[in-house]
Nanobody, 131 residues
Framework: VQLQASGGGLVQPGGSLRLSCSIS??????????IGWFRQAPGQEREVSSC????????YYTDSVKGRFTISSDHAKNTVYLQMNNLRPDDTAVYFC???????????????????????WGKGTQVTVSS
């Protein structure tokens, strides 16, 4: 399974960006995977931002992005999106998308992703929020 993130850039505080994660690979099915967006700010550990799972139609958001970020998936395009609104300077980070083959849904798995890990990672895309 290969993942490719895109859509990062420079945006002013309060602005919006939409990230895309294109997924490819033989045998990939959204029903079998949790897909997550993670981010890593300079000097900090990588942290989970948002996750989605089709098996139970669930989404997960870390507290700092709730109400501002929306994760969604387009199965026909094998793409997961992260719509980021009302961006703040502390959202500045490299954003990665990742996938985990699991029977668990996003609400169970993603808070534990740091411990249990994700199987497949794409290269990151830089998001910079600055005036």
């Amino acid at each position: 399974v290969q993942l490719q993130a895109s859509g990062g850039g420079l945006v002013q505080p309060g602005g919006s960006l939409r990230l895309s994660c294109s997924i490819s690979g033989s045998g990939f099915s959204f029903d079998d995977y949790v897909i997550g967006w993670f981010r890593q700010a300079p000097g900090q550990e990588r942290e989970v931002s948002s996750c989605i799972s089709s098996s139970d139609r669930s989404t997960y958001y870390t507290d700092s992005v709730k109400g501002r970020f929306t994760i969604s998936s387009d199965h026909a395009k094998n793409t997961v999106y992260l719509q980021m609104n009302n961006l703040r300077p502390d959202d500045t980070a490299v954003y990665f998308c990742a996938a985990k083959l699991t029977r668990y849904g996003s609400k169970w798995y993603c808070p534990r992703a740091h411990s249990f890990g994700m199987q497949y990672w794409g290269k990151g895309t830089q998001v910079t929020v600055s005036s």
